[in-house]
């Protein structure tokens, strides 16, 4: 399938029975066990990104785009912890949901949610995040994509995708025999060197990573800033 395709595919998807799914998952109402697990999964990794930034003690002198932002899982609480956020996504509903959410917080003009692919973002941030989205794009489009971000990071690039490793290939296949809302997504899992090499590419050398492994989910984040 090629990468116009995919694209569109991921549109439809988190348009509809995808964004269903997914809200429930990054909400905190009842979901299955599987779910549940996905749930934790994700939430470590957006917690591991806000210590690292919060480590770092200058949010609130940073500007940073979150490429991907689902319903603003990692924006918000960015946004509340002072940082300058823009979200986008590709799924409009997600947005939505974001916006919605930060409403509810009485956050009005931050973060700045939109609807637009990776592709055609645009302008200069401090700091590009792009967390679990990687994973619904085969490697050749996920580095084309990779190196678009990198070009809008004035600093650092921080992105995490699903480790391509025997275990996990074996994981995923097993997973595609799961009923109903238990069945996995298409996953594109990517080899961690291929994704060095990428930033690396682009002028960017790993500083910190971190992995985050669930019964079903598996995420390997790396922060990739700009070399002196």
Not at 10 to 18: I, L
Not at 116 to 141: A, R
Not at 177 to 201: C, M, N, W
Request: charged fraction near 30%; include cysteine.
């Amino acid at each position: 399938m090629n990468g116009v395709d995919d694209k569109t595919e991921v549109r439809e998807y988190f348009n509809a029975t995808g964004f269903d799914r997914w809200k429930r998952i990054y909400g905190d109402g009842e979901v299955n066990k599987v779910q549940l697990d996905i749930r934790t999964g994700h939430q470590q990794t957006v917690d591991t990104l806000l210590d690292w930034f919060k480590a770092d003690e200058n949010l609130a002198d940073l500007t940073i785009c979150d490429a991907g932002c689902g319903v603003g899982s990692l924006s918000i609480p960015l946004a509340q912890a002072g940082a300058t956020v823009f979200s986008s996504d590709i799924s409009e509903k997600m947005v939505e949901e974001g916006k919605e959410r930060a409403i509810a917080l009485r956050l009005k003009d931050n973060p700045t949610f939109v609807v637009q692919d990776l592709e055609t973002l645009s302008g200069n941030y401090h700091t590009v995040v792009c967390l679990d989205v990687l994973i619904h794009y085969p490697t050749e489009q996920a580095a084309d994509m990779i190196k678009h971000l990198a070009s809008l990071a004035e600093n650092r690039l921080i992105l995490s995708f699903a480790p391509k490793t025997c275990l996990l290939v074996i994981l995923k296949r097993i997973g595609e025999f799961f009923p109903g809302p238990s069945k996995t997504t298409r996953a594109y899992q990517h080899r961690e060197k291929d994704i060095v090499k990428v930033l690396e590419d682009c002028g960017l050398k790993v500083k910190r990573t971190a992995m985050t492994s669930t019964k079903f989910y598996f995420s390997r984040m790396l922060e990739a800033v700009r070399e002196e």
